[in-house]
């Protein structure tokens, strides 16, 4: 496109902090648009280009990259999602992390796509953005403070109490290698370390607000094409249960199909007494006060919850997820049921990933229980399984890296080596990140997980639904283009999250949440909805083959990105040896395991699906060709690991 | 540009069926407050709004804007009543059969009660001028 032509949906800048010497520049975002879509996918491009192989995660060279989705401050349904990527301090490679965020909405009415954050500030900062005035401010006075106690100063010191901020807590500041960042006082940027990076960088908080406009192509028929997506939604059976519990809904499907993470992965369900003393609904619907949305979301799945009893009472703290659930309360045994909340306050204060509370956690109680670990060890704690006050005073330890917990702080898998014992063998993660996802009995979400460029999660290529109800089955198929889509079965999974890790980036470029997409249910957003949206608020001609194209030329970077820094080949995108060699010891899919052969297979297949090397994982040249990256092919080829 | 929360200080509050008030805004209009309580502050009402007076989103222009509560549940609804400075009078949204807010909002049948109320005291407000006059 020509330097001045306009550009819709977009903000039209990429704002560029230098923390070293004070320097703000900008750029225009049309640089990347057209080619890499937005926020996670522009953010790919310019690190992938500008950070040398030499950089480490913790050092001034490495570049921060806070995008809001390409969507964001229009209706568009489901465009709240920002994202946040880095080199990262947990895998050492690819880091990015998506959210919902006012921020990134804000960023736009400010004018700004993205924000680049270079180099390292001399003593801590902030960084305030509000429309044309960028000031990097003081943040001494705010160190140490957790994310609740920042917001809040924040917004009394720039007298606006509508003011949204994205901030590191403690956890961050200690260069806590799981150290996440946190929207105003709940929700995460929970992935991969950029708390860490951040903390790194001596940045504590980003505040955007703004008054500018954010422009479609066609008005009209934007506003068409919206109501129209919000109606499939009155169809969709799932909206009213997302809307009581959100995900936390699904604990008794999970516990149907052995998804549950109990005692570190030892089991897959937990009994059905603590079923029932958990139940997550009973506590939502005794506690709620206040519902929470984001802009744009036809669900709304969140709420405030106000605990009035039990050993937690008096917190007032937004409900959490699923994953917080699975990751602390039942990973840990916990039966007091509102432990998950103040686990998942205590977590978001601090700045801490709930996985990378969870991880190390459940891997040093189950080295405890097996005799690997004692008080010796453990500064005197007691490690049992089921003790909430010991969970959470691991959490505190991990944030200060104080005694035990500085072993902890690195994630199970940095911890196991650095215990030995034979303690790796517990230590659960996917290229040393630490695991939350359950891999035995659902395939597709299995190899998402496991071949994740990032390291784990199942926002980049799982494929959901870990259970398959017969009625689905159908639309199932057509949506994927495949024949046997039922979990337990190898068939056909490669495809199908072949379809996820394009259907994930497209959603993480736009900003769409995935729970508003087929990742929630079958019947909502899918590619060619994604389609139209972006068609008709850019003004450009753009096709599903176009999006998913686009989606493969990221991914492609984002592998090569982690070729160039890390030592990753096809040994990192196998599951983990429990989930290889333990059956499901109960439950109903009770002695189901990952065949390691069959895995291998299935491997393949997803190897020849990306053009990719079957022995190493590395990509052909003729893939990178094919998608005009010619230039990593020749990167990639210096460093011996193109086929 | 004063922060919103100022001029929450300044009402004086009158109570009706909601925390209703009336707030001589600082740059020329005039606004009234609502509480909300099941309001999630997505905010969708305000882009909504903004999009049909400017044909683009920008939520500074919206005639509806939502505003945190120092406590409690939900959110405060702030409506412009008359135009004057930056601010964009509500007008119902007359040419849509419902209000774009409305349409967009999760917790539509409050809102709606709002929206109604707001509307009649407008009627009501002009009918006082025009009888004074």
Redesign the interface.
Known sequence: MLKNDPIYAYAGKILRVNLSNGKVSTEPTSRYAREWLGASGIAVKVLYDELRSWVIPYEPANKLIFGAGALL???APGA?KSNVSTLGPVTGGWASSCSDS?VGGQLK?AGYDSIIIEGRAHHPVYLWVHDDHIEIRDARHLWGKTTWETLDLIREEL????LHAISIGPAGENLVRGACIIQDKGRAFGRCGTGAVMGAKNLKAIVAK???????AH?KQF?ETV?KIREMFRAVKSVEGM?KYGTLRVLDRKQEICGVNYKNFQECVILEDMLKAIDPRRTIDKYE?????????VI?C?R?LYITEGPYAGLKTECCQLEVLLTLQTRLAIWEPTFMMKANAYCNQMGLDVDAAGGPIGWAMECYQRGILDEKDTDGLRLNWGDAGVALELIRKICYREGFGNILAEGCARAADLIGRGSGYYAMHIKGQDLYEPCRGSLGYCLGTTTSTRGGGHTTGAVPGTGMAPEVKEKVCSIFGVENPYPQVYEDKAKMVTYMEALHRVNNCLGICHMNTIHGDFDQIDLPQLAELYAVATGWDISVFDLKRMAMRQLNLEKAFNLRHTDFTRKDDMPTPRDMQEPIPAGKLAGWKVDEEKFNQMLDEYYDLHGWDRETSFPLRKTLVDLDLEYVAEDLKKIGKLR | MR???DRINMISKSTRNFNECSVDDVRGGISVIFDM????????CE??C??KH???????RSSIKI??K?DG??FLVFLVEESGGQEVACDGCLEFGVPLCI??C??SEELKRIIKEFLERRETQKTYRRRAT
């Open positions: 401050g229009t209706t709240c006012y009415y007298r606006d109490p509508s703004g008054t500018k406009a954010v422009k479609v008005p506003v109501a809307r006060i206040a519902h929470q949305s984001f802009p744009g979301c709304g969140s405030h | 922060p919103p929360q309580p099941s309001c999630g502050g997505c905010r969708t882009m909504a903004s999009f400017e044909e683009a989103f920008v939520p500074s505003l945190d120092k549940p939900g349409q967009y999760r917790e």
